[in-house]
């Protein structure tokens, strides 16, 4: 969820605590049926294959962990169209994206543990450079884990040559985000606000954040092919996957794209065999093969609710988004640069997580959305919510994301539009496409999912009040839509 113009469509305070005496909950053995793993391999070959044909999927990696153990690892289509180069799941690197973000938040916990950084801090006890107060109130620790700075968005840090790049401590103070509300009361996902949760780490720890993240998080758990480096290190440039761009019914490879002046918030390379690791160390509270990066506690607190937009739908815990309340509870982070589209999702007391990522053109995003979608409903299927018929009207019109570059003007064709359609049936049109929601709850609508059983299906909530209405997704935990226009 790096690039602010992609997105797939698919308050009040939450438990939260700065202690690290937080419990870590029992991991017991998975409840997951034993076919349902088995027969995994062959699901998701028949999916991708399916995608390749029809989503303009270039290649593709996946991989999922069970029980302590890599259940299986597969590369699909090819690194680079053009060369025939064919995606190796061992060795092809892919780009993460916004899941870079995931080892940004264990290296600050990193520092948390070790008494150098605190939750409840104002942000600038750390910095040599100053962040403006809103109305008094400064901008602490936990609201960047939360994503709820009260900061805008901000774009331009994408580029195609490293001759273009700023080095991201240059980068972040000189474009400090306008402050538009007051922090840890509205999450609007940030990612200068994961770049400067970088930059901490690197301040107090005296290290700079590529050569930390390599010698505290990923030599100790064997990740050897992932890197925060831009360029890439020529020995692993050599098995990077291209981007690609849908040209005249054509994939055509792209040159890299550079993203180091945000670096913690989503320059990473890695294999998925590395993720693969970076989700056993954290299914195993910490530690993979003898080595630990983080205590049990400290993942726990991780993994634990901090902060939601409104009650009754998922929020972020403490840098990682919430997938799932419950049925499994299912934590994780998707990311999303223009040429790869990635996700990782685990559920701790199933000791389950999967990675993906795709490159491809634009319907590639897509696939990764119905591909993670996918595995869900088919590893931790659900039923239907039961309908609402009670009498209930959601307020109607357009809605614009809270996330967005508030320095430059609106862009009314973005706005999502809500219409009734039937009693308790409001539809949901976004980026062209309409989606179909029945009631669940006064102020809840579950997706219309058509033939597709098990799920996922995702929900929405109306709330706020006369004055500001509001409507957050299920899905998008890390941004809410306001009423624009009736």
């Keep these: 969820i790096l690039m602010p113009w992609i997105r797939a469509l698919t308050c009040a305070a939450l438990a939260c605590s700065s202690s690290l005496a937080f419990a870590a909950p029992p991991r017991p053995a998975p409840a997951v049926q034993a076919d349902r793993l088995a027969g995994l391999p062959d699901f998701v070959d028949g999916v991708v294959a399916g995608q390749i044909a029809s989503r303009q999927v270039a290649g593709a990696v996946v991989t999922v962990v069970a029980d302590g153990r890599v259940l299986f690892t597969r590369g699909y289509g090819f690194a680079n169209v053009a060369k025939q180069v064919p995606v190796d799941g061992a060795r092809t690197l892919f780009r993460p994206g916004s899941v870079s973000k995931l080892f940004t938040w264990v290296a600050l916990m990193q520092q948390i543990e070790a008494g150098k950084v605190d939750l409840d801090a104002d942000v600038n006890r750390y910095l040599d450079y100053r962040i403006p107060d809103f109305n008094g109130a400064p901008i602490r620790v936990r609201d960047l884990m939360s994503h709820s700075p009260g900061m805008s968005d901000l774009g331009g840090f994408l580029f195609d040559s490293p001759d273009k790049i700023t080095p991201y401590q240059q980068w972040i103070k000189a474009h400090i985000p306008q402050r538009l509300w007051a922090p840890g009361t509205e999450i609007a996902y940030s990612n200068y606000g994961a770049a400067l949760a970088g930059y901490i780490v690197e301040r107090v720890s005296g290290e700079a954040y590529p050569d930390y993240v390599e010698r505290h998080i990923f030599a100790p758990l064997g990740m050897t092919s992932t890197t925060f480096r831009e360029p890439l290190p020529p020995a692993l440039a050599a098995r990077m996957a291209d ?16 993203l180091s002046s945000i670096m913690p918030a989503g320059s990473a390379s890695a294999t998925a065999p590395d993720m693969a690791r970076f989700m056993l160390a954290l299914l195993g509270g910490g530690a993979l093969d003898g080595k630990r990066i983080l205590s049990a506690q400290s993942v726990a607190l991780l993994e634990s609710d901090l902060y939601a937009n409104v009650p009754g739908l998922p929020g972020m815990a403490h840098g990682f988004l919430v997938e799932r309340q419950a049925g499994p509870r299912m934590v994780g982070h998707a990311g999303n640069t223009v040429d790869f589209h990635s996700d990782l999702v685990i559920a701790p007391e199933r000791n389950i997580g999967l ?3 795709f490159t491809g053109g634009p319907e590639s995003g897509i696939a990764r959305t119905e591909l993670r979608n996918a595995l869900i409903g ?70 219309i999912t058509g033939a597709r059983a098990g799920g996922p299906y995702d929900r929405i909530k109306f709330f706020g009040d006369s004055q500001d209405p509001r409507l957050s997704f299920a899905s998008m935990p890390y941004e809410t839509f306001h009423l624009v226009k009736p």
């Design 355 to 357: 990675f993906i990522s």
């Design 243 to 258: 981007g690609h761009k849908w040209v005249d019914g054509q994939l055509v490879p792209k040159p890299y794209e550079y």
């Design 378 to 447: 088919r590893l931790f299927p659900q039923a239907p919510a039961p309908r609402y018929t009670g009498k209930s009207a959601p307020v109607l019109g357009s809605y614009r994301a809270n996330r967005r570059d508030y320095s430059a003007p609106p862009e009314p064709e973005n706005d999502i539009k809500v219409e009734a359609s039937g009693a308790h049936i409001v539809t949901v049109t976004a980026a062209g496409r309409k989606t179909a929601y029945e009631q669940i709850g006064p102020a809840e609508y579950e997706e």
